[in-house]
C-alpha cells in the first residue's frame, strides 16, 4: 500500500530498515543463555540422578546374569550332594565375600559352593520335564499336548516358588535380595522333584517313598538358605558404615572413638 503511495507530500513512509535495539538483544541473548544453562543443569542432574537409581536397582534385583553360570563339574557334583543331602553338608552356609568398591561383593559359583547358579536349576527342568514326558509314555498317555502342558505346569509351579519366596523374606523384612537369587533357589526344587519322578520309571512304589524324602530335603535347605539371606544385607550395612566411619577418621571428620 505505501509503495502504491510513492512521495505524495504529507504522507509519512514508514522506515523498511528499523534500526535495532542493541539493548533489546542484549537481555534476550543473556536470558536466553541463563534459561538454557538452567535447563541444561537440570535436565542433567535429573538424568544423572535417574540413571544412578536405575543402574543401583537392576543390579540390586537382577544382578549380572552371567554371575550364575560360572560354574564347573566339580560345582555342580557339590551342589548337588548340598542340595539333595543338606543333613550332610558340614561346612558353613555363608557366603564368601569380597570388598570392591566399598561394598561387599559374593564370589562367583565356581568359587563358593554356597553360591546360588541358574545352570542347574535349568537342567535341572529340563531333566525333569523329559523324565515326565517318558514316565507318560511308559503309561501309554503320551502326546505334544500333554508334554505341552508338563512344561506349562513347570513354569508356573517355578514362578509360585519365586513368589513365595519373595513373600517370604518381605515378611520378614528383607526384600533387597536379587530376583535371579531368588529365581535359582526356588529352581533348585527340581532338582528333588527328578528323584521320585525317575524312581516311578523304575519301580512306581518308589515314588511314594522318595517324594516326602525329598521334600524334607529341600526344606531344610531352602530355610538354611533363607535364613542366610535375612541376615546378608544386615553384614553388608554394617560393613559399609564401617568403611565410611574409617574413611571419616582418616579425613579428620570425626573423633576417633576413645
Known amino acids: 500500500m505505501y509503495n502504491n503511495l510513492g512521495a505524495q507530500p504529507g504522507v509519512p513512509r514508514p522506515p523498511t530498515n528499523p534500526q535495532p535495539n542493541p539493548f533489546d538483544n542484549a537481555f534476550y541473548g543473556a536470558g536466553s543463555g541463563l534459561i538454557r544453562g538452567g535447563l541444561g543443569a537440570y535436565g ?23 554371575y550364575y553360570f560360572q560354574v564347573n563339574d566339580q560345582y555342580v557334583r557339590n551342589k548337588l550332594k548340598v542340595v539333595l ?29 554356597n553360591a546360588p547358579d541358574l545352570y542347574i536349576p535349568f537342567m535341572a527342568f529340563g531333566t525333569y520335564v523329559v523324565l515326565a514326558g517318558l514316565s507318560l509314555g511308559l503309561q501309554g498317555k503320551f502326546s505334544p499336548e500333554a508334554l505341552n502342558w508338563l512344561f506349562v505346569k513347570g513354569l508356573f509351579g517355578w514362578f509360585l516358588q519365586v513368589m513365595l519366596l519373595k513373600v517370604t523374606l518381605l515378611s520378614l ?15 533348585y526344587t527340581f532338582t528333588g522333584i527328578c528323584l521320585p519322578v525317575l524312581g516311578r520309571i523304575i519301580w512306581r512304589y518308589s ?40 574413611k571419616a577418621i582418616q579425613l579428620g571428620q570425626c573423633k576417633h572413638p576413645s
Open 44 to 66: 542433567e542432574k535429573i538424568l544423572g540422578s535417574s540413571s544412578e537409581y536405575v543402574q543401583s536397582n537392576i543390579s540390586r534385583y537382577f544382578s549380572d546374569p552371567q
Open 207 to 246: 515314588y511314594y517313598f522318595l517324594m516326602p524324602w525329598t521334600c524334607l530335603c529341600m526344606g531344610v535347605f531352602l530355610v538354611k538358605t533363607m535364613k542366610r539371606v535375612l541376615f546378608a544385607e544386615r553384614v553388608d550395612e554394617l560393613y559399609c558404615c564401617g568403611l565410611k566411619e574409617i
Open 85 to 113: 543331602l543338606p543333613f550332610l553338608h558340614r561346612g558353613h552356609w555363608t557366603r564368601i565375600t569380597e570388598p570392591v568398591g566399598g561394598r561387599l561383593s559374593y564370589k562367583p559359583p565356581i568359587y563358593d559352593i
Open 173 to 187: 523384612g528383607s526384600g533387597e535380595a536379587p530376583l535371579l537369587d531368588i529365581l535359582a533357589y526356588a529352581g
